[in-house]
């Protein structure tokens, strides 16, 4: 396959050469660049793929297994304020592909009809491209750059590389810096990640491209203020226009306008402020059906105090159709804007991802952080209390409800060991009475200890038990745990055991152990800061997974894989 050798040279330069790795070379000549610096970043991963599925008289060969090999090759150049950066993304399936009564079958496809490909099971394509010129007062980048106003509410587009997703835009991005101003301002056109560097690529399809047009003006140090304002327009490609370039996005009418402000003021009293107000002018459903443009609302706010050795933070948010922005988006997985949950994100189910991106919910956190050794040993206390007021979408109950979250939690950081633990319960209590209510009740803990010559060792818990109230369609009860047990050998090995468990009936696939049972087992080396390998063998569940404010729902695994990172 055409694919092979990018990835075959960076494995033979990995393995057999790892002092190679290094953090960036300089550049030597005359040339415009000699003197600057060069650095490239591989990220290699090959899976084997034990499927379920079968083909019908062949069960017992498992036909349909393949192996997936996906690079990512990231090249950054850079001189003085100026810098060049491009990521070459590629992905192929072997052993894809059975003869079936001399007929030439495909198990899966990697790429939809749209996508031009030389390849049957393999594609290759420039992901990110940009140039930046940065200066005292004045940085410009032509091509793919991220940016986010304020609190991300009303634009919000970074890499979230937790949840596999990485989307940039792709056009000019210009911040002026003057004095105690900054002034940003960005246009261009979408540009989410195609191939996925974590999770099982299928069905690869062209980018679906959205306008984003922002500027946001910053002042700081207004005596203890810092002042900030913002305006988004949205133009998002609709079905009806698929296919069509997407710079035609900026000759059709505006899908959606957001404005906004923001307000920080730090040792204000000895207390820190932060807010942010929203307003959201959504007009798509007027282009398309003639119906009246809906605004919605979104504002955040928290402070923090300090008494003695306490930190106490607080939190609010208050949100009414503010997630029109992300429907056009949802199909590729990303969000174009993020507002603060207050969530515990480690326990968030198919129930609770409702709450998160709710059109109509208002809500409060307060967390107090005691240090009774500062740096050593620090426990704190957690309650959240929120009004989903949305019903249909993707919530199960059909009244509104109360939700009431507490989270007790300790950190212990001892010169060889450590725990962190958190134990919580999140009650979502239905209007019409407190038997209806869906129950969470979820407990973490993380420890590490010195194990003599053995190194170190590191035991990971994660439980929860979910109970459902009444539901119009009903869902049964169920018990989620996830557990790794790793051998720190040295600096560079890494032994590791996982079990994961789950009844979860909305949870697809069975466990390699047991109906519900998955193990698996991990070895990782390290020679160096800039260079990672690992080995896995096993299986691990699918389920839910929210990082930043953007929940995925990401596919489980059987089989084997091999990953590569590191930093040429």
């Not at 899908?255 to 798509?284: I, K, N, Q």
């Amino acid at each position: 396959m055409a694919s092979r050798p990018l990835w075959a040279a960076a494995l033979v330069c990995a393995l057999v050469w790892p002092g190679a790795a290094q953090a960036a070379v300089a550049i030597e000549g005359r040339g415009p660049l000699a003197g600057g610096s060069l650095s490239l970043t591989e990220r290699l991963a090959i899976r084997y793929y034990r499927m379920d599925d079968v083909l019908p008289g062949f069960e017992d060969l498992h036909v349909h297994d393949y192996v997936e090999e996906v690079n990512r090759l990231n090249l950054l150049v850079s001189k003085g304020g100026f810098s060049v950066g491009a990521q070459i993304d590629e992905v192929g399936l072997f052993a894809n592909r059975y003869y079936l009564d001399d007929v030439l079958y495909h198990s899966y496809d990697l790429y939809t009809d749209e996508i031009s490909s030389p390849f049957p099971d393999a594609y290759i394509g420039l992901e990110k491209l940009s140039l930046r010129q940065k200066g005292e007062h004045l940085e410009v980048s032509v091509g793919d750059s991220y940016v986010s106003f304020g609190r991300g509410i009303a634009l919000n587009l970074v890499r979230n590389t937790d949840i596999d997703l990485d989307t940039s835009l792709r056009g000019v991005r210009a911040v002026v810096r003057a004095g105690s101003w900054d002034f940003t301002g960005v246009s261009g056109l979408t540009n989410p990640q195609q191939v996925q560097q974590d999770n099982r690529n299928l069905d690869i399809h062209p980018d679906i491209q959205h306008m984003v047009s922002g500027l946001r003006a910053e002042r700081f140090g207004l005596g203890p203020f810092n002042l900030g304002a913002h305006g988004v327009i949205y133009g998002f490609e609709q079905p009806a226009e698929a296919g069509e370039p997407g710079l035609a996005r900026y000759a059709e009418p505006v899908d959606m306008l957001v404005g906004g402000a923001t307000l920080e003021a730090m040792g204000l009293a000895g207390l820190d402020l932060s807010t942010e107000v929203d307003w959201f002018d959504d007009r798509s459903s007027e282009h398309l059906a003639g119906d009246d443009a809906q605004t919605g609302f979104a504002a955040y706010g928290s402070l923090s105090a300090y008494p003695g050795r306490a930190v106490v933070l607080l939190e609010g948010k208050h949100y009414v159709d503010a997630e029109g922005v992300n429907t056009m988006c949802a199909a590729d997985h990303y969000e174009l804007a993020v507002a603060p949950t207050l969530e515990y994100e480690r326990v968030i189910t198919e129930d609770s991802s409702a709450a998160v991106n709710s059109n109509d919910i208002s809500g409060a956190r307060l967390r107090v952080d005691y240090p009774v050794r500062p740096g050593v040993l620090m426990p704190y206390l957690s309650m959240a209390v929120f009004r989903d007021r949305e019903l249909g979408g993707l919530h199960f109950n059909d009244t509104p409800e109360t939700i009431l979250h507490p989270v007790a939690g300790l950190q212990w950081l001892g010169e060889q060991a450590h725990v962190i633990g958190n134990l919580g319960g999140r009650a979502d209590l239905r209007d019409g009475g407190a038997h209806d209510a869906d129950v969470n009740l979820h407990a973490d803990v993380d420890i590490e200890v010195p194990a003599g010559k053995l190194g170190a060792i590191e035991l990971a818990v994660a439980a929860m038990r979910f109970q459902w109230g009444d539901n119009p369609v009903q869902q049964s009860d169920f018990f989620d745990m996830t557990n790794s047990l790793a051998l720190h050998a040295t600096d560079a090995w890494t032994f590791i055991l996982y079990q994961d468990y789950t009844d979860n009936p909305l949870i697809a696939g069975e466990g390699n152990l047991s109906e519900h049972l998955y193990g698996a087992t991990e070895v990782q080396y390290k020679p160096s800061t800039a260079l990672t390998t690992s080995l896995f063998f096993g299986s691990y569940k699918a389920g839910i997974r929210c990082a930043g404010g953007q929940c995925r729902s990401l596919p489980g695994f059987s089989g084997m894989r091999f990953g590569l990172s590191g930093t040429f």
